[in-house]
């Protein structure tokens, strides 16, 4: 019997999956760990801390044993976030930057005011924004005390997520990352498949530091997990949670879409093997690669969508839990005329407004905590259905159904809200962990076990297929109502 342990490394916490030779998912256990915000707009976590947990996580499953077992380990992880080492004493010079920290917009500001932002799009696919990790490596090469010095004299290493743990699992051994990953650094030519000399010249960051790249069905190095098993296994299958998710999703093909709800929402449609100039508003990305091939995808990222109903728990304390919400959302009609804008981290796709702010609308005396909670929930929505709209204008095949995996796409309420705002189908698979489910399949294409995208195919879950039930003139007025909202914090944003 052959298992897979798939890492699936998150903003919040640390996840392990087991799936057995049939990909079938018979375990996970999950660790959180501590995200900081020192100062406004700033997100970071010990980088030790997030490897602790990973491993954890891993212990708590309950592995199989027996002489006929045998075990490999894939990974999916946070993608923009990152670490910087010493290579030889594994201490990270700093935390762990993470994607939802904007401590690099002035610099972003500044490529932009200086002309480059084409030049970043022509080479990366990517936008001068601080979400990517460019920015943020600049920030400690120039504030950390003598961490410019040593990583020109070639003592310090920088890694994705993916790289630190793959880093740490190999005791040092490897130093490596994926095209998915690399591709949200703002520092990968995305048509070369290498680093690009003139991004990391532009952000001044030494080349000597980058890790090797290599597809994400590679065979990334050996491990025993801690010693928690008996001898190293490979590690293969690595990409960015949202792109694993669009393997997990089956979305193989040009024009398919999946929307990933996590503490931010990935919108992202295969393209196919060749990079397109994204739209205002979105990025081009590497998806995946597969069988000697490599798969392009067209992304709008919204910053924050479970993150709202995190904070509507933790900081308004308007409910208890997320299995509250359906009940207290669904016990009014509607949302009151309340719209809730959660630009915690600035608006995303497709507004890009890094400053922006977030704002509750249309409070009357009328309005109870039932209608904020709804609004939180519809927002979520209301952000996917503004990527998708500009999406579906620029693809050649026009988008017909969303595929929809992560947490808050388990609550029913917004898979209907969803199907209902974008007026098409909103399929949900019968399945929890699509990301994960991605890296396990590339992890057996890494392996042999898998030769053909065909016998992938052949994976394919019942899905739950949502229909729209809202009447037409009710979605206009609901969206006109929103992107009135939207428009409120940009002009606030520019004041």
Not at 196 to 219: G, H, N, R, T, Y
Not at 407 to 423: P, R, T
Request: net charge negative; proline share 4%; aromatic share 8%.
């Amino acid at each position: 019997m052959r298992y897979i342990i798939t890492i699936d490394q998150r903003t919040s916490s640390s996840k392990a999956l087991l799936f057995d030779e049939k990909l079938n998912l018979i375990g996970h256990s999950v660790v959180p760990y501590r995200v900081t915000h020192p100062k406004e707009d700033w997100a970071e976590a010990d980088a030790d801390e997030i490897y602790e947990t990973t491993v954890e996580a891993v212990r708590r499953l309950e592995l199989p044993e027996g002489d006929d077992i045998s075990f490999s380990v894939s990974m999916v992880n946070q993608r923009e976030t990152f670490v910087i080492w010493d290579r030889n004493t594994g201490k990270p010079v700093y935390k762990a930057v993470l994607w939802q920290c904007r401590r690099g917009a002035r610099f972003c500001q500044e490529i932009v005011e200086n002309g480059y932002e084409a030049t970043v799009r022509e080479h990366t696919g990517l936008i001068p924004d601080p979400f990517f990790s460019a920015s943020g490596v600049k920030w400690v090469l120039d504030n950390v005390e003598s961490v410019r010095e040593r990583a020109e004299n070639g003592n310090l290493f920088f890694g994705t997520i993916d790289t630190w743990l793959i880093w740490k699992l190999t005791h040092g051994k490897v130093h490596a990352t994926d095209y998915s990953n690399a591709s949200r650094t703002m520092l990968f030519n995305i048509r070369d498949l290498e680093w690009d000399s003139d991004m990391l010249k532009l952000f001044a960051i030494p080349a000597c530091m980058m890790p090797e790249v290599k597809p994400s069905d590679s065979v990334f190095g050996m491990t025993d997990l801690e010693g928690m098993l008996p001898s190293p296994v490979q590690i293969a299958g690595v990409l960015g949670n949202s792109h694993g998710a669009l393997v997990g999703q089956l979305c193989l093909e040009a024009g398919m879409g999946k929307t990933t709800y996590g503490t931010g929402s990935s919108v992202m449609f295969n393209v196919g093997e060749e990079p397109v100039t994204a739209p205002n508003g979105m990025v081009c990305s590497v998806g995946y690669s597969l069988f000697d091939r490599t798969y392009y995808v067209l992304e709008g990222h919204v910053h924050s969508s479970g993150a709202v109903l995190d904070w509507i728990m933790d900081n308004l304390h308007l409910v208890n839990s997320s299995d509250e919400i359906k009940s207290l959302v669904e016990s009014v009609p509607n949302n009151g005329g309340v719209y809730f804008v959660p630009a915690f981290s600035g608006l995303g796709s497709p507004w890009w407004v890094p400053e922006a702010k977030a704002i509750i609308t249309g409070l009357t005396m009328s309005v109870n905590r039932a209608h904020v909670v709804r609004a939180a929930l519809e927002s979520i929505a209301y952000q996917v259905a503004d990527v998708v709209e500009l999406a579906t204008r620029d693809l050649n095949t026009p988008l017909r159904q969303l595929s929809i995996d992560g947490e808050s796409a388990k609550n029913d309420f917004l898979m209907q809200f969803q199907a209902d705002i974008l007026g098409f189908p909103v399929k949900r698979l019968g399945l929890e962990e699509a990301s994960g489910l991605g890296s396990a399949i590339l992890n057996c294409c890494a392996c042999g076990i898998y030769t053909s995208v065909h016998e992938i195919k052949e994976l394919r879950k019942i899905s739950e297929i949502c229909l729209p039930e809202m009447k037409a003139d009710e979605r206009i007025k609901n969206r006109q109502g929103w992107l009135q909202a939207v428009h409120t914090v940009m002009l606030s944003a520019k004041r």
